[in-house]
């Protein structure tokens, strides 16, 4: 399966500021998927990223907000806009495996905002 | 759209002993189903799937889960957990969209 790099892998922020989290793969793929997880809760997806189109946004998550790019087949960033403490979470990149064999994750960007 | 549910947020269970945690998926013409495991500070890491055939999938890490379509659930078991199996376990399953939507885990803990 993809082997997923993201960066960084944590980072401590002041509110008002932004990040941009970075999800690199080692071979290509069609999609990709960015997740959040709040301090002990579960994932929720946030958007689909395909490369060559806007990214698909989930209920409850805006673009202005959550901007992603996604410039080729194995590169897609998030960025995390004008942070407030409540943006606190872990940040999660993931693929598809082969024949809808789930998910493969990276290894994920724990934000604090202070 | 399908969903799943884990009952149990919290399981203490002492070393050596069995562990069982629940899942219950709702209606689906063909569930997709996986389990997942967070260790502290970790990523996720597939445990197993199920998507047909045999109804009883083994996993990595000596763990195996049951599809029971009469229940509709996917139970995951380990007959006997280590320390190292210390950790928050996902259900998870693809949504009508074909998105992997997940359970609200159950976080395990292991005593002495």
């Known amino acids: 399966s993809a082997v997923i790099s993201q960066k960084p892998s944590r980072d401590i922020c002041q509110r008002g500021t932004s990040l941009t989290i970075q999800c690199q793969v080692d071979?290509?793929?069609?999609?990709m998927f960015w997740y959040r997880q709040q301090p002990g809760q579960s994932l929720t997806l946030i958007a689909t990223a395909n490369q060559g189109s806007e990214a698909t946004y989930e209920s409850g998550f805006v673009i202005d907000k959550f901007p992603i790019s996604r410039p080729n087949l194995t590169f897609s960033t998030l960025t995390v806009s004008n942070m407030s403490p409540e943006d606190s979470s872990i940040y999660l990149c993931?693929?598809?495996?082969?024949?809808?064999?789930?998910?493969?994750f990276g290894s994920g960007t724990r934000l604090t905002v202070v | 759209a399908q969903s799943v549910t884990q009952p149990d947020i919290h399981i203490t269970v002492s070393e050596g002993a069995s562990l069982e945690l629940r899942c219950n998926y709702s209606y689906g013409a063909t569930p997709y189903l996986f389990w997942y495991v967070q260790s502290p500070g970790q990523g996720l890491q597939l445990l197993l799937k199920y998507f047909s055939g045999d109804t009883l999938v083994q996993g990595i890490k000596g763990f195996e889960a049951e599809f029971k379509r009469s229940q509709s659930s996917f139970n995951l078991r380990k007959p006997s957990v280590h320390w190292s199996d210390a950790a928050e376990y996902f259900c998870a399953d693809y949504d009508s969209w074909g998105k992997l939507q997940f359970g609200a885990g159950t976080q395990v803990v292991v005593t002495p």
């Open positions: 993931s693929v598809e495996r082969q024949g809808r064999d789930g998910y493969t």
């Open positions: 071979s290509q793929v069609t999609m």
